[in-house]
Every structure is written in C-alpha cells, then in structure tokens.
T-cell receptor
Framework: KQEVTQIPAALSVPEGENLVLNCSFT??????LQWFRQDPGKGLTSLLL?????REQTSGRLNASLDKSSGRSTLYIAASQPGDSATYLC????????????FGKGTHLIIQP | DTGVSQDPRHKITKRGQNVTFRCDPI?????LYWYRQTLGQGPEFLTY????????KSRLLSDRFSAERPKGSFSTLEIQRTEQGDSAMYLC???????????????FGEGSRLTVL
C-alpha cells in the first residue's frame, strides 16, 4: 500500500526566504508525481506534474524534483511571498493496480510579511 | 472551459437525511475522481470513472455511498442516511488519462463541504 509522508508538517518563515518542502513515498513504481496547493476551505490547485521519466519541473518560482529510486520529491520555492501561504500537498499514484492518487497530509506554510 | 465545478459548495443536513453532490468536469477529460478530505488530512480516494464506467471504489465507500456518471460527463455522489462521521469536504477532480497507471494531471473543483448535525 502506497504511503506518502510530507516533512515538515508546518513551516513559518520570513518573506523573501528560499525554502524546501519534502515528500517521500513508499512504492517507487510510480507513473508521475503531482504537487498541489490548497488555500483554507478551498479545493486543490495543481502546481506541477512530474512524469517518472523526468527529474524536475519548473514553474515560475517553483521547482519540483523527483528521485524515483529513493522515493523522494522536493518542492523548492524561491523568494517566498506572503501570497505563498497555503498548504502544499504531494500525491502519487496508489499503485498495486489502483488508479487513484495517494496524498500526503501536507505542509502548512506561513510566509511572514 | 472554466475548470471543474461542484455544487453545492456547502450543505448542512440532519443525521439520517440523504444528500447529493454534483460535479461537472473539464469537458475533454475522460476521468473523474471523487475524494473526501477531513480537517488536517490529505484527500482520500473514494472512487473514479473512466468515461461512464466506474472502475474503482475505495473501501471507504460504504453501501450508503453511490456515485454515477451516466453519460460520461457530469457525476453525482449520493450519501444515504447520513451520519455525523460523513462530515467532510467532498472533492471532485478530472483528468485525461492515456491508460492504466497514468492518472494524468488532476484538476480539482472547489469542493462541497458537508456538515451533518
């Protein structure tokens, strides 16, 4: 059974800092990995999708890397802004013939102005 | 296309009542997923459709839950005889998938928040 762990569970940093969010998963036979952002009481917004054949993806100030063999992914946020405050979730296919996604519990990020 | 839309956004009901949620996916997407999320947790998979076929159901989906996607477009999730433990955010997502194992990139709606009194 796929399990996803996100570290840290919460993070509070001053505006302008670069930061790294971590995601690990137990079943490395994944097709892709997706990072999402969730604002309080809202749905999830897709940030980045990394295919298993890729090692990283970039979108603006966000960069996500994938090390499939070690079961890890990182989300790097450069020059953080207060508007980046949200919960960040990673998700991977559940595996074992299942076609859903398994999510971590997320990292709750606060950027202090 | 305006993305995935869900209705209603909020529903308050009394224990024992039935509720139904609707999801309209992105039009060219062949897959539609339902997830449930409680406070402080990541979304948990409930079920998904490929076109009109319901291909997988989680063990979380008890007999009181039923989902349909009759014409491969919109979907409904019905909960019968609601219980307080059903209180959660019900999220719908859609994607285009080329085959087994490839979920495609999921796009979520804003969710339907259910409160059972």
């Amino acid at each position: 059974k796929q399990e996803v762990t996100q570290i840290p569970a919460a993070l509070s940093v001053p505006e302008g800092e670069n930061l790294v969010l971590n995601c690990s998963f137990t079943d490395s036979a994944i097709y892709n990995l997706q990072w999402f952002r969730q604002d309080p009481g809202k749905g999830l917004t897709s940030l980045l999708l990394i295919q298993s054949s890729q090692r990283e993806q970039t979108s603006g100030r966000l960069n996500a890397s994938l090390d499939k063999s070690s079961g890890r992914s990182t989300l790097y946020i450069a020059a953080s802004q207060p508007g980046d405050s949200a919960t960040y979730l990673c998700a991977v296919p559940s595996g074992g013939g299942a076609d859903g996604l398994t999510f971590g519990k997320g990292t709750h990020l606060i950027i202090q102005p | 296309d305006t993305g995935v839309s869900q209705d209603p956004r909020h529903k308050i009901t009394k224990r024992g009542q039935n509720v139904t949620f609707r999801c309209d996916p992105i039009s060219e997407h062949n897959r539609l997923y339902w997830y449930r999320q409680t406070l402080g947790q990541g979304p948990e998979f409930l079920t998904y459709f490929q076109n009109e076929a319901q291909l997988e159901k989680s063990r979380l989906l008890s007999d009181r839950f039923s989902a349909e996607r009759p014409k491969g477009s919109f979907s409904t999730l019905e909960i019968q005889r609601t219980e307080q433990g059903d209180s959660a955010m019900y999220l719908c997502a859609s994607s285009f998938s080329s085959g087994t194992g490839d979920t495609g990139e999921l796009f979520f709606g804003e969710g339907s928040r259910l409160t059972v009194l």
